[in-house]
């Protein structure tokens, strides 16, 4: 079955800095990557998503990256505000569908942004 | 507001008993899923249901049980046989599989303790 590694699993930064969180997937099949957050006390919710077919996607401060060959994916947050700190968990699906029941999750990234 | 309610929030249980986790969406999806969650760990596909009067089994099913008898709720039961059943559990639902799922929406999560 599908192995997602995810690195580190905390992380500090300044008010402003940039972030960044790596994945690496083990079934080269895989085809669908989603990032989530989870706030404190909440449930984890989607921020931004890739496809296998699209090597970069960004949405105002947050950016995904994906290398097929290597099997990496990675999420870029830029100027870093203190409502960014959560936990970030990425997965990697094998559907072609996307399907969640085929979403395997990393191990989570506590991010915290320091004033 | 659309979205997933669980309850109870919180949850303490005496080794022995079984205890039910509810969980309840008006988003009128298809597929709902359950998951476990633990300390440094990614989330754990414990059952999912992706049509009323059928689920089935992920990756950490046993001592678990769930029904899906409405399309709006999926009940998880965490039986005596579970053998390290503190944990936190969340509840999530996509649009189906067969769609296309993608996304996932989470409840809050229910924290279960036993003592």
């Known amino acids: 079955g599908e192995n997602v590694e995810q690195h580190p699993s905390t992380l500090s930064v300044q008010e402003g800095d940039s972030a960044v969180i790596k994945c690496t997937y083990s079934?080269?099949?895989?085809?669908?990557f989603p990032w989530y957050k989870q706030e404190l006390g909440k449930g984890p919710q989607l921020i931004i998503d890739?496809?296998?077919?699209?090597g970069e996607k960004k949405d105002q401060r947050i950016a995904v990256t994906l290398n097929k060959t290597a099997k990496h994916f990675s999420l870029h947050i830029t100027e870093t505000q203190p409502e960014d700190s959560a936990v970030y968990f990425c997965?990697?699906?094998?559907?072609?569908?996307?399907?969640?029941?085929?979403?395997?999750f990393g191990s989570g990234t506590q991010l915290t942004v320091l004033p | 507001d659309g979205g997933i309610t669980q309850s109870p929030k919180y949850l303490f249980r005496k080794e022995g008993q079984n205890v039910t986790l509810s969980c309840e969406q008006n988003l009128n999806h298809d597929a709902m899923y359950w998951y476990r969650q633990d300390p440094g760990q990614g989330l754990r596909l414990i059952y999912y249901s992706q049509i009323v009067n059928d689920f089935q089994k992920g990756d950490i099913a046993e001592g678990y049980s769930v029904s899906r008898e409405k399309k709006e709720s999926f009940p998880l039961t965490v039986t005596s046989a579970q053998k390290n059943p503190t944990a936190f559990y969340l509840c999530a639902s996509s649009i189906g599989a067969s769609r296309g799922a993608g996304e996932l929406f989470f409840g809050e999560g229910s924290r279960l303790t036993v003592l």
């Open positions: 997965a990697a699906s094998l559907g072609a569908s996307g399907s969640a029941r085929q979403l395997t």
């Open positions: 890739i496809r296998s077919n699209v």
């Open positions: 079934d080269s099949a895989s085809n669908y």
